[in-house]
């Protein structure tokens, strides 16, 4: 990479003949830097150093800038918001992405690298979600209650005691119903997630003036670079609607923490309470969990050939070594009678018995369902468990 005669000239060295490793260079004052050959001069090239900007935008955004002679490259490091964080750091991340990567104009090259933390792949398309579920924790609202229940006991009673359908064909045709009306009266999730993280006081209203928000910044920064005074009124529109936006967020959310203080003394209010702590304490783990295991000694292994290796030898020694015993199996005496069928004071004692809460199972019904049916549902449930003992097997959904 040559340089001018007047920048080199400070710099410029002479090499005296004979010192070949160039070791007591001498200062020329202005000239030319020589390097001393037999019949010819040659000027010394030195390549000059790229200059370099750099910014940081926030904690999650650094950007640099190297001008090169003939290219100018932009490298931006990000380190997007996991998954358990809000959704105002996710809306604020993507508004300083957008921010940066808008104000590089189109003749200069951008690199960007870093973690995302998104799905990333070939088959991915961007709008991937979880499958939406059926929003069980409507059934403790009364009005919702009461509707299910009398829909689901009006097909227990259009079964006629299961006459006519074998025990497979009687759980699908119950289970199917129950998913369709829970579907219909309680709703389904879109797929997000259950909303009891920072955001979960947010209402229509505020939803609304957010939306406005990002609309605004994205019209502000799609304006060409030239026309300043369109610019300068789309920027101020965003200033705007991003006040009106801190304004309504404010509203909502000092009116949401009013009411779930006064509901504190009921129990609904101190599970709400628990449910937001926890999931407060979840986004703001580092790491979800921690790869290691304890060998024979109770020494903790983190490497993974060492884990590989640990795993094989317990289960090596769990399916081929045997237990001490004599082979000998005691005497039992067998049933040769009748078994019994399952009385309804069982179901009832089972049914009570379970939490609420709890996650579902394959056939995607809580145990909740079965308690608001009371009676009915204890009915329903014996004449289809001895149904299930007359023909000696199970749905296939249970499997």
């Not at 200062?27 to 150093?49: D, F, I, M, T, W």
């Not at 299910?148 to 259009?158: A, G, L, P, Y």
């Not at 006459?163 to 009266?185: F, H, P, S, T």
């Not at 609304?208 to 101020?236: C, D, P, Y």
Request: hydrophobic share 35%; aromatic share 8%; charged share 35%.
């Amino acid at each position: 990479m040559s340089i001018g005669l007047n920048e080199m000239s400070d710099r410029a060295r002479a090499y005296p003949a004979g010192d070949a490793q160039g070791q007591h260079p001498a200062p020329v004052g202005n000239g030319q830097g020589l390097s001393h050959q037999p019949g010819r001069g040659r000027r010394k090239k030195r390549a000059r150093e790229p200059k370099y900007v750099r910014l940081r935008k926030s904690d999650r955004i650094i950007a640099m800038k190297v001008m090169l002679e003939n290219v100018t490259l932009n490298l931006i490091s990000v380190y997007a918001p996991q998954s358990g964080c809000d959704d105002v750091a996710k809306e604020k991340f993507w508004e300083d992405f957008d921010a940066v990567t808008m104000t590089i104009p189109a003749n200069e090259e951008i690199y960007v690298g870093g973690d995302f933390n998104g799905h990333v792949g070939r088959m991915n398309v961007g709008t991937e979600r979880p499958p939406a579920k059926i929003r069980w924790h409507m059934l403790e609202k009364n009005e919702c209650a009461i509707k299910f229940k009398e829909r689901v006991i009006d097909k227990m009673i259009e079964m006629n005691g299961m006459e006519g359908l074998n025990a497979n064909e009687c759980w699908n045709e119950m289970a199917n119903y129950i998913r369709r009306v829970a579907k219909d009266v309680l709703g389904e999730s879109k797929g997000k997630g259950v909303i009891d993280k920072e955001t979960w006081w947010w209402n229509e209203e505020v939803q609304g003036v957010l939306k406005k928000k990002k609309q605004a910044f994205k019209e502000w920064q799609s304006v060409e670079t030239g026309q300043e005074v369109e610019k300068e009124i789309k920027r101020t529109e965003y200033i705007e609607c991003k006040k009106k936006a801190k304004r309504a967020v404010a509203i909502a959310r000092t009116a949401a923490q009013d009411n779930l203080y006064e509901s504190l003394n009921s129990p609904k209010g101190e599970k709400q309470l628990y449910r937001l702590a926890k999931a407060r304490e979840r986004s703001s783990r580092d790491m979800a969990h921690i790869k290691c295991v304890k060998d024979d000694a109770g020494k903790v292994i983190t490497k993974d050939e060492a884990i590989k290796e640990r795993w094989k030898v317990y289960f090596e020694r769990l399916m081929n070594e045997e237990n001490e015993w004599g082979r000998v199996l005691e005497h039992r005496l067998i049933n040769m009678g009748a078994v019994k069928e399952i009385c309804m004071d069982e179901v009832r004692t089972a049914v009570r018995s379970m939490k609420n809460g709890k996650s579902v199972g394959p056939d995607d019904i809580p145990g909740e369902v079965w308690k608001l049916l009371r009676e009915d549902g204890c009915m329903w449930l014996t004449l289809f468990f001895n149904k299930l003992l007359h023909e000696e097997t199970i749905p296939d959904e249970w499997y």
